[in-house]
């Protein structure tokens, strides 16, 4: 099944804002839990392999976690670039900024073990 069918089944029984392909479903406010388990029991009913993961899947879900981890630091990164001039870096700047270059070496490393 495809994930927008997927999508369209959930969203006959219940409310949603979305789903995603790592089986991971966005429930709107008003979902109610009976809603919110019979949504789920679908998910699970089309994506059996969510309970016992491939380690592929495993990996591009590192590799998202990580990813979601440079996107805050870029974010503060940027913040902090602009406040400051390139000579008046702090140590926590510098710090930062390997903590970046080692998450990046991770994500190279593990997207090499795909």
């Not at 479903?25 to 699970?44: G, K, P």
């Not at 630091?73 to 001039?85: D, P």
């Amino acid at each position: 099944m495809l994930i927008y069918e997927l999508n369209d089944k959930i969203k006959q029984v219940c409310p949603i804002i979305g789903i995603s392909s790592d089986g991971k479903i966005d429930f709107a406010d008003n979902a109610t839990e009976n809603q919110r388990n019979a949504a789920q029991a679908i998910m699970d009913a089309e994506l059996p392999e969510l309970g016992n993961p491939s380690p592929q899947i495993l990996i591009l879900q590192q590799i998202a976690a990580l990813e979601a981890t440079i996107t805050e630091r870029r974010i503060r990164e940027a913040t902090i670039a602009a406040a400051k001039t390139a000579s008046s870096r702090s140590a926590d700047d510098i710090a930062a900024l390997a903590f970046m270059n080692d998450i990046n070496a991770q994500i190279a490393e593990l997207r090499g073990e795909l």
